[in-house]
């Protein structure tokens, strides 16, 4: 299926549900509610808001600090943040850089007759421009290509495009809600919010070591989901090109929608919300074209709003079985405490598999060997402190520390417990939905 498929499901999902627009009550808007109306469901209505990566969930309690203002019918709302990193590593393989990791959200909302919300939104990144080399500094981490060769000890670039999608909410009742997603760029039912979106790593500049075993795919080519929600609960299921973003970092990709997935959501209290996912990628690596993938993740979230402060963390696995019956698990657990209103700490702790990539570095080709060698552990601790220096943006200052354990079988190329060391100025867009742009 061709990119002009896709376009045409935008355009059908629009014509469908304005069908119903003549009928729009404005006071209907995404988020309010009549004087007299019965108490919303809070599940329901924290998907329609769409703050997180994709079709994803996270516990009800979590707040998108957004830049909000109506527009005639419409709700438009900016979300983003920008950091300006510092890092040097330790060991032979270790690398010093400036770059810059960022991802800005314009969304655009509205009420279509009583029980209908049309959302479009985009997620752009200046990581093209701002991450030089086509990869930023990271040991141990692997995934994707630069210059045709398998990228090792670094973290690859975001696409300037990282999603434009249309979504559309049919809410069937109180408790029931029924949900489509189309974009020729976008985050298929897979996995949490993706890494950059999650409020348990809202803090942390760097990628998780895991992100190739658990949430890689949150930007993917024409991607398709339908989910249906009722209570507490929500079923998923997606149809994506399986194959990850190539070195062009500004353009669109695109192909057939040769991949799938399916994902169970709970969020059984305000402040909780677990998943369960499953996805078969076909051909996801440039590097190894012929070897497809089944991806399974399982994860839990918590947040708890605090006085002058707010906790979020994640628990979270995910295991690729190759084609070629290799398995790799990654296990990951993060969390972060504002307190004292401007201040943030934080922490995330890994286990992650790794291939004989690591013993290539960055002369690894298509072809070469991807067999499991050992588990890395990594332990990062972070901390910055918020200062009111831009409008309605928040700008803070801090830096993390990152501790590596070495598997036996590459000891001697990195020693037993290399350290990276980040500093960095983080921007972020300030507040909860109160301030006006």
Known sequence: MSRTFFLKTICVLLLAVSADA????????????????PQANPFIESIIQHSTSGTSAEPDSTSAPMLMT???????????T????????????????????????PMAQRSIGENGTLTLR?????????????????????????????????????????????????????????????????????????????????????????????????????????????????????????REPDENRWNIDQGKLDSWS???????????????????????????PAEDIDRMTSSVMYNRPLKNGNFAGTLLWGRNKTSDHQVFNGYLAEGTL??????????RIELVDRSSELLLGNNALPGSPDNFIGRVKAFTAGYDHDFDLIPHITTAFGGQVTVYGAPDTVKAIYGSHPVGVVLFVHFKVKGKGQHKM
Do not use: C
Request: no cysteine; charged share 15%.
């Open 82 to 105: 920008a950091f300006i990193n510092v890092i040097q590593q330790s060991s032979a393989r270790g690398h010093d850089k400036v770059f810059s990791t960022n991802w800005f959200m």
């Open 262 to 288: 399916t994902r169970l959501t709970v969020n059984p209290a305000q402040h909780w919300s677990a998943q369960y996912s499953f996805a078969r990628l076909t051909s996801p690596e440039a590097l190894h």
């Open 22 to 37: 003549q009928t729009m009550d404005h006071s209907q808007m995404p988020g309010m509610s009549m004087p007299n109306a």
């Open 122 to 242: 985009t997620m752009l990144s200046l990581e093209p421009a701002t991450v030089t080399g086509r990869f930023y500094p990271e040991l141990f981490q692997v995934g994707e290509t630069a210059f045709g060769k398998g990228i090792v000890d670094g973290q690859h670039p975001h696409d300037f495009f990282m999603e434009i999608a249309a979504l559309y909410d049919h809410k069937l009742g109180r408790d029931t809600l029924l949900s489509f997603y189309a974009a020729p760029v976008g985050d298929p039912a897979m996995g949490p919010a993706a890494y950059p979106h999650r409020a348990s790593a809202s803090e942390d500049p760097i990628a998780p070591l895991g992100h190739h075993l658990q949430d890689s795919t949150h930007i993917a080519s024409d991607v398709i989901t339908a989910g249906f929600t009722h209570k507490i609960f929500r079923v998923e299921a997606s149809g994506f090109h399986g």
């Open 70 to 80: 109506m527009k005639g019918k419409w709700m438009l709302m900016f979300h983003g």
């Open 338 to 347: 504002r307190f004292a209103k401007s201040n943030n700490v934080w922490s």
